[in-house]
């Protein structure tokens, strides 16, 4: 077969949607670069590229069949794959990196961009180090331990304090959990117990930094980690020195305004001993090559997050592919003796004959204190994540005080109206008055609460606030953006609804009330990709009435040495501001890192390769007390039936 034989295909292969644009230019590309490459070359290239568009840094070759049947790739292709050896070209180079610079590199039978691939080298190398680092116990952990983590009952392991001591042993740990498992208690517990064991030894304290992949995870984080702290157990200086203030990774690392680049790097390195990262599995592969290229050589890294969530937009599920083994633990004989002996904890049960150093850095917590046994919320997503779908269906068949199932086709039902009120009927606690409520909630307080025209700055700082507040009471989350389901769609039907009741002023360009995303990051503002604001009318600095976008910017500060959270308003001219969009309805992807008292979820009617347990899952714990879950039972099996998969040689570089 020909190039042009070749290339003609793979345009054909475009117009069908099999392949985007970017790969068939990919693929030119390597017909142009090397005529006499073998016309398998530009159609492995050409999925390959597919491949990373979707979030998977390799193509693996020996999962073709698999591939094929998802993007309904012609069968012929696979034949003209079917030849186990690699294509002779200067453009794909093999694991010893030759030829040089090569845009294409073969590691056994996966395939990669170079780049994805010296990310994933990276990573791999980046955390080995780590475990190969242990340094030994420190005097005093089980004592500390022991303090920190009072015997309770009759329970034979304490996870948050078997992730802590594991922690303490090392300079890389995962902590895993779902929803309401205590991550963040137990970080700053850790972090008390990291403290208090360094003074002892040494005059200046560990510098600590907090992160999280986007600004609206770091702000949850920031709002909850001083009431954490105040809390803990520690002397007043061990708590002075554990940081408030939460910032996202591309502030922490620096980021340069376009460019891939950021201030910290190998030769620049971060000013830190122990970086915390929240929200992990919203990091992708690039971003954690970055992170572990600025850590310094002795920093200590921390991992939180929940491994069962979706996986980062951009290529590679880092997280996910680290607690792969989480579950049932794999701790080694040794480990397991250590920890009993340290702090009382029987893991016996979590020993495997195959276990690997990355094992036993990794620690899941398995009891959720927001969800209990009565919880419809915790025992759905519990389900789901097991993918049983005959107690999903219960579940969902039984009626519920904190779970509505809304069985109709998603474009029938009336979503504008669930969005303003709440559909609080459908659930059993309605009649108690204190029921879920829609955006009628936020607006009421906007118009209700607002300041008088000669208020204070401040007070109109506060009025704000409790706007932003009040939004985050409900949210409409969608697992698409096109179709009648979909998140476009839904932004303009709840807007016009609004409009019609007279909620808000307009339904179209800027007006108040409106509720906004971020959709790129603006350094110059200090927003980020996924911060959301509300439009509101309030005073300048000259004292004229415009609107101006409220962004909710939260910075810890400590006064004599008790912790306090201070909230801030960050108003912003819309004018000032490029890339946003309306945000009634967000994709369940924009929602991580985010929780809602009421979440309403919306699956598509159409069968989508996007409608995966994980979303499902993902969508249902952004839900604190109330969920509307809207969709056919067909759009919920294939969720329940269908599970993401990033391929991805990470988790085989780390001897898995």
């Known amino acids: 077969m020909s190039h042009d034989a070749m290339l003609t295909q793979l345009a054909d292969a475009t117009a069908r949607r099999q392949l985007q644009s970017l790969d068939l230019a990919f693929a030119r590309f390597i017909a142009e670069r090397d005529p006499q490459a073998e016309p398998r070359l530009l159609l492995m290239a050409a999925m390959a590229s597919r491949l990373l568009g979707d979030g998977h840094p390799c193509l693996d070759l020996q999962a ?7 993007y309904e790739w012609p069968t012929a292709w696979l034949n003209l794959l079917a030849d186990a050896s690699p294509p002779i070209s200067p453009l794909l180079a093999d694991t010893s990196g030759l030829p040089a610079n090569a845009p294409l590199v073969l590691d056994r039978h996966r395939l990669y961009l170079r780049r994805y691939w010296h990310y994933e080298c990276s990573v791999a190398e980046g955390i080995l180090a780590r475990l190969r680092s242990n340094d030994a116990p420190v005097n005093g952990l089980g004592h500390e331990l022991q303090r920190l983590f009072p015997e309770q009952g009759n329970q034979h392991i304490d996870w948050p304090r078997v992730a802590c001591a594991l922690a303490a042993r090392g300079a890389f740990s995962v902590i895993t959990g779902g929803p309401g498992t205590g991550k963040t208690t137990t970080v700053v517990r850790l972090l008390g117990l990291l403290q208090t064991l360094h003074l002892r030894e040494h005059a200046a304290p560990l510098r600590i930094r907090l992160a999280a992949p986007t600004g609206k995870a770091a702000a949850r984080l920031n709002s909850s980690i001083a009431r954490q702290i105040a809390q803990l157990d520690v002397a007043p200086s061990v708590r002075a020195a554990i940081p408030l203030e939460v910032e996202t990774l591309h502030r922490l690392l620096g980021a340069r305004p376009d460019s891939r680049r950021y201030t910290h790097d190998r030769r620049h390195p971060l000013h830190l001993d122990v970086l915390v990262i929240d929200e992990a599995s919203m990091i992708d592969l690039e971003m954690m090559a970055a992170v572990l290229e600025a850590l310094p050589s002795r920093a200590r890294l921390i991992l939180l997050g929940d491994k069962d969530q979706l996986s980062s937009v951009e290529a590679g599920a880092v997280l996910g592919d680290l607690g792969q083994r989480a579950e049932q633990g794999h701790y080694s004989s040794a480990i397991a003796t250590w920890l009993s002996d340290t702090g009382g904890d029987d893991v016996y049960a979590y020993v495997r004959d195959d276990a690997q150093p990355l094992d036993q850095h990794i ?14 919320i915790g025992r ?23 779970i509505a199932w809304l069985p109709a086709g998603a474009a029938d039902t009336p979503l504008a109206s669930l969005a303003m009120d709440g559909d609080a009927d459908r659930f059993e606690t309605a009649a108690s008055g204190d029921a879920p409520q829609g955006f009628r909630f936020y607006l009421d307080r906007m118009q209700r609460q607002r300041p008088a025209a000669n208020a204070s700055p401040a007070a109109y700082q506060r009025w704000a606030h409790e706007v932003l507040d009040a939004f985050n009471h409900f949210q409409l989350l969608c697992a698409v953006r096109q179709g009648p389901a979909g998140t476009e769609r839904l932004n303009r039907d709840i807007a016009t609804r609004l409009w019609s009741t007279g909620l808000i002023e307009s339904d179209r360009g800027w007006y108040e009330g409106r509720p906004v995303m971020m959709t790129r990051n603006d350094y110059s503002l200090g927003l980020m990709n996924g911060d959301v604001g509300i439009t509101l009318r309030m005073p300048g600095s000259d004292g004229v009435f415009r609107l101006y976008v409220a962004f909710p910017m939260t910075r810890g500060s400590q006064l004599a040495g008790a912790a306090k959270s201070d909230v801030l308003v960050r108003s912003v001219l819309p004018s000032r501001l490029g890339e946003v969009e309306t945000v009634y309805a967000m994709t369940v992807h924009k929602s991580q890192g985010s929780e809602f008292e009421h979440t309403a979820l919306v699956l598509p009617e159409d069968v989508s390769p996007i409608l995966t347990r994980e ?24 969720a329940l039936a269908q599970r993401t998969r990033r391929y991805s040689g990470l988790a085989e570089r780390l001897c898995l």
Do not use: C, K
């Open 380 to 402: 759905l997503a519990a389900a789901v994540n097991a993918g049983d779908a005959d107690q999903a269906r219960a579940l969902l068949a039984m009626p519920s005080a904190d």
């Open 363 to 376: 620690a899941m917590l398995r009891h959720s204190h927001r969800f209990d046994a009565s919880s419809g």
């Open 615 to 638: 979303l499902l899952y993902t969508g249902i714990t952004r839900a604190r007390r109330w969920l509307s879950l809207v969709g056919t039972p067909a759009s919920l099996e294939q």
């Open 64 to 70: 073709l069949d698999r591939l094929a049947a998802e």
